[in-house]
């Protein structure tokens, strides 16, 4: 399985962005995908999942401000990001684990740069 992760950039506080996370290759139809973040000399950190039948979760410091989606018709995740906050900075992956399996595959990162 191949992830290719985009939409990454520089925004202000309060702004927004949209990830997205395209898999590729061998994909099979019960799923997990997820989006975790990295800051600057922090571990890196679960942000949202989604399963393929659409059960979300959120860390706490994101409910309310981001959104998970999925087209799995597109193989596609999105992370719809509003009112980012300065410590949302940080380099975002993507993560596709097929259930029953213990392997994740993991997207190259986006970086989401917040500015004030």
């Known amino acids: 399985v191949q992830l290719q992760a985009s939409g990454g950039g520089l925004v202000q506080v309060g702004g927004s962005l949209r990830l997205s996370c395209k898999a590729s290759g061998r994909i099979f139809s019960n799923n997990i995908m997820g989006w975790y973040r990295q800051a600057p000399g922090e571990q890196r950190d679960k942000v949202a999942t989604i399963s393929s039948g659409g059960n979300t979760r959120y860390v706490d410091s994101v409910k309310g401000r981001f959104t998970i989606s999925r087209d799995n ?44």
């Open 73 to 116: 018709a597109l193989n596609t995740m999105y992370l719809e990001m509003n009112s980012l906050k300065l410590e949302d900075t940080a380099v975002y992956y993507c993560m596709y684990r097929s259930l029953g399996y213990a392997k994740e595959y993991w997207g190259q990162g986006t970086l989401v740069t917040v500015s004030s």
